[in-house]
């Protein structure tokens, strides 16, 4: 076909909403046209393109023996509601709707499918003798993302190609594992992508590990720490950092400080003449105990005063500790802190707390300070020369001393090398998860291994898009 004869409606101005310049390139260049916040057309070249990456795909997962099959867009509700992912997928998760009773009330679109796919395995997969097996589909999902604004990523619907695979074994698992992560670096070298593989945190998908592939670029979302020596990678979720050197200074007599009106870490360290480093940050939060009448838990978490809390990390943490799988806390609100405290909003500190709380997660890098400010548990009032230990305890049936802080520029590389750690933005094109029995137990999906006996089935899924 000729040119003139083909549909390619270029464009001279720059999109006013488009700020990403892969995202301004492809409006103005007639590969896309926007419908409406997160809702593409794929005009014909863009579409040819698209095509074109979607067979390089087939390819590679073919190659690597994964078999191609087609679910469907709609969901009955009660599949996600056998997982629980109903409740940690939220606004995510987009239902149609109609009224009560009605087939449409209890209908979901599909933002990804391991309990569809269970409930295949659940129906067909009998016998250790058909396993393993890699199942994958390219299709159309859909995913309620509050502010999408980076043209066609993260987007409100959009096509993934995504596998699952079911194994026997964990030794079977991680060489199924294996072979999709292989698949996946051909597919960006293919593609000519300069991508990175991190470890990354699971999320609402779950499961025991997971990669994300990132490619870097100023216009990413995500952030990724990379030591200088390339011998550790992680998304900002997951990333940890070596242990900082222990406090060795002599502990001093608690002094109390007048500091009215200053509650801000700034603020303390000009009135008190310190640093960051020397302030203990406590954030105290909320979480609803399983059950329609679950009391409300209290629970605590330190971090210096330089340093940020990483609510993954802390969710996990604390879930484990009060044995709450997927437990998710909130910031408490000014009457719960200072129902807590006895103070307002930033005068709290964690001495004397502990009989009221359910939890008090501590940062491991705060157990080795010494003598540092924090709140005195008293309006317009600090405290300096806290040691923990001494002036809260680290031991304890409701205290755990834990990583729970994000990483930060200069840190030093886990592995032991001492290599600094510097945080760039990055997109991230794919992830690969070892899901364990995390659905098939939810949904009671096994199979009869030598000896007969039922066992779930242990999973992976993997995903692009």
Known sequence: MRWTEFFIPTTKETPKDATAPSHVLMLRAGLIRQLAAGIYTYLPMGYRT?????????EEMDAAGAIELHMPVLHPVQLWEQTGRTAAMGETLLRLAGPEGDWRSQTVLGPTHEEVITEIARAYLKSYKQLPINLYQIQTKFRGEARPKSGVLRTREFLMKDAYSFHDSLESLDEGYRKMYTAYCRIYQRCGLPYIAVEAESGAIGGDASHEFMVLTDAGEDLVALSQNNDYAANLERA????????DEPPADVVEVHTPGHGTIEEVCSFLGTQPKQMIKTLIY?????????DVLRIVALVRGDHDVNEFKLNKVAGAALDLDGLQLELADARTIEDLTGAAVGFAGPQGLIDRLDLLVVDRDVATMRNAATGANKTDYHVKNINPGRDFPLEGDKVVVADIRNVVEGDASPTGSGSPIHLRKAIEVGHVFKLGTKYSDAMQATYLDRQGRPNPFIMGCYGIG
């Open 50 to 58: 698209l095509r074109k990456v979607e067979r390089i795909v087939r």
């Open 240 to 247: 940890t950092a070596a242990p900082l050197p222990a406090d």
């Open 286 to 294: 909320t979480a609803h105990a399983p059950g329609e009448d679950g």
